[in-house]
């Protein structure tokens, strides 16, 4: 201790008659810019290199999973394949430039001075919203998995319904609409009828096939198998929901299968409707008339609607009671699907209606009265015997 001591004592004072440490001394300007223009220089390089180096270009099976969550029926009609191109060449684009700009800011550092303010990157992209992985899940995950069993939408007799419903309803429409641009010109009474008529065979189609069968398949008994007794009540309710939800999905299609002959950038479906320029009563007028022409396609709308409104579910009809589907199609569709058609409508009879008025007022006053209330006025009065030649 005495010699650590001592060594202390001598060491301290021989710093304290050291000289102070002279400061480093500032670099001349001229040559402080130098350095931070070379510095500048080999960052800018540096960003060109990691930019222009080639890429793991994005998966095909990606950009096809991608287009697999686009509705088949914005994949059809004029123009659509060129959108679709346009559509994967913006996210191979938008890939490419996340991927160049993440290497950039993963490796380099920009350095803070000057020359380099106007070389600001975007912020690297952040985990998506709603997704907080720091909360542990297990819990909500049994939560959900015991809210899922008790739904019963995994019992073995909910995939035979999904099955059955598949397989009847997917290429199936209550009303054939794909003949009919090939039809003519058709009489809207006629076409009133035909769709009524339609409708009616579907839903008795419907009946004695695909909900027959759903009756042969709950009057045996595999198909309560591990639904205990306090819970018949909810399996029959969410058979219910199960069997609206295929039907309210067979209605909708059928409503936009009638929606899109209206296409304006498609006018090759476009019906057609016979329509006469008629004179009575000295009145020039269609036949039949505009409005009841809008009617008769808004009854189309309706009656599809209507079909299958009156369908028993399947635990009414083994207990022998009246209860029904809901088979009523969202509010959002049915106005959706009727401002839909008429604005179609009305943008298609601008050309009849302009030509209406334009006769009316060419010929109209032949016959609403007034060209004979004239030879009426000129045979009262005198006149020469050239004007009256």
Known sequence: IDRALKAYCVSMQEESQREPVPPIPELPSTVRKYFVNILATNYLFMKKCMLSNPLVPIEKQWLMSMLTLVPQSLMEGKDRQLLTEKLLEEIIRDYEMSMRRFMVQSVLIKPDMEGLEDEEEAPLPLLPLGLDFSRPWHNSFIHAKNQIRSLHILHPTMKTLLDFGYRTFSTFHTVDFSSFSFKGPIDCESLKNEVSLSCSKAEEKILNTWYQRLIGLFTQ??????????????????????????????LRGTLEAFVKLFDPKD?????LFKMKLTLGEKKMEFYPSLQDLEETILFIVKRIQQTLQNTQTVHSWLMGGTATLDTELPTHVRVWATSTVQKTIRDNLEGPKEYFENYVERYGWLVDGTAQARIERFEAEEHSFDEYT
Not at 222 to 248: H, I, P, R, W
């Open 267 to 271: 006018r090759s479906c476009l019906p």
């Open 221 to 250: 008994r595999e198909a309560l198998k591990g639904v205990k007794s306090n819970q018949t009540d909810s399996f029959y309710k969410c058979v219910a929901l199960l069997m609206s939800n295929q039907l309210k999905e067979l």
